[in-house]
């Protein structure tokens, strides 16, 4: 069954410092997500990617991140310079459809980010 | 603003047990509803879902109801193995927007 895959699972980094997550979404899936549940807190919604373009984005998702798709399979999220409280687990969703169909999001396992 | 209500967790059970996990709604419009669930060192996978009132959900022995009047979408199975033991995660989705709306998780453990 196809699946999202997330790389690396566990992610380490000094305060400052950039890190970019690594998806590779359903092969042909067009819509593309990332989510991040800080420990004991909900999974809540960042940014979603269409057409090469953001769609739609949350009011956490500022100028410090920045997502791209680099190539047909790719779709990354960097953060430019970390915070502690960036520390969560990341996780990156596709869908074939958009919101106004049948919108079924597929997550991956998600990247641990813990910045330190 | 949009938010989804999940009852607190752990909820423990013994094999063969009837489960209910209570989801509440607030939404601004017909929203869809969802059901994922996570196991251990995995990432969320969809369980069921609905996309308007009076809808029924279905997959794997679970179930789940939309109900408007309600503002609910309750998970229950009938017998829950311990293979169940997951993290379930209630959600929503207003047509207009990409962005799932997800309550805070409700961990069972199902003990043999």
């Known amino acids: 069954e196809p699946e999202v895959t997330q790389t690396p699972s566990h992610q380490v980094t000094q305060m400052g410092q950039e890190v970019i997550l690594r998806c590779v979404p359903i092969?042909?899936?067009?819509?593309f997500y990332w989510y991040r549940q800080i420990l004991g807190q909900k999974v809540e919604f960042l940014v979603s990617?269409?057409?090469?373009?953001?769609?739609?984005k949350s009011e956490i998702f500022d100028d410090q991140f920045s997502v791209e798709r680099p190539d047909g399979s790719n779709f990354t999220l960097k953060i430019r310079s970390t915070k502690l409280e960036d520390s969560a687990m990341y996780f990156c969703?596709?869908?074939?459809?958009?919101?106004?169909?049948?919108?079924?999001?597929?997550f991956g396992a998600g990247t641990r980010l813990s910045v330190l | 603003g949009n938010s989804v209500t999940q009852m607190e967790g752990p909820v423990t059970l013994s094999e063969e047990a009837f489960l209910t996990i209570n989801c509440t709604y607030t939404?601004?419009?017909?929203?869809?509803l969802f059901w994922y669930v996570q196991y251990p060192g995995e990432g969320l996978q969809l369980l069921l879902k609905?996309?308007?009132?009076?809808d029924k959900g279905s997959n794997k022995g679970f179930e789940a109801t939309y109900r408007k009047e309600t503002t609910s979408f309750h998970l229950e199975k009938g017998s829950v193995q311990v293979s169940d033991s997951a993290v379930y995660f209630c959600?929503?989705?207003?047509?207009?927007?990409?962005?799932?709306?997800f309550g805070s998780g409700t961990r069972l453990l199902v003990r043999p």
């Open positions: 969703a596709s869908s074939e459809r958009g919101p106004l169909a049948k919108n079924i999001q597929y």
């Open positions: 092969s042909n899936h067009l819509y």
């Open positions: 990617f269409y057409n090469n373009e953001i769609s739609e």
């Open positions: 939404a601004t419009g017909y929203p869809s």
């Open positions: 609905a996309t308007k009132a009076d």
């Open positions: 959600a929503l989705r207003m047509d207009s927007s990409y962005k799932l709306i």
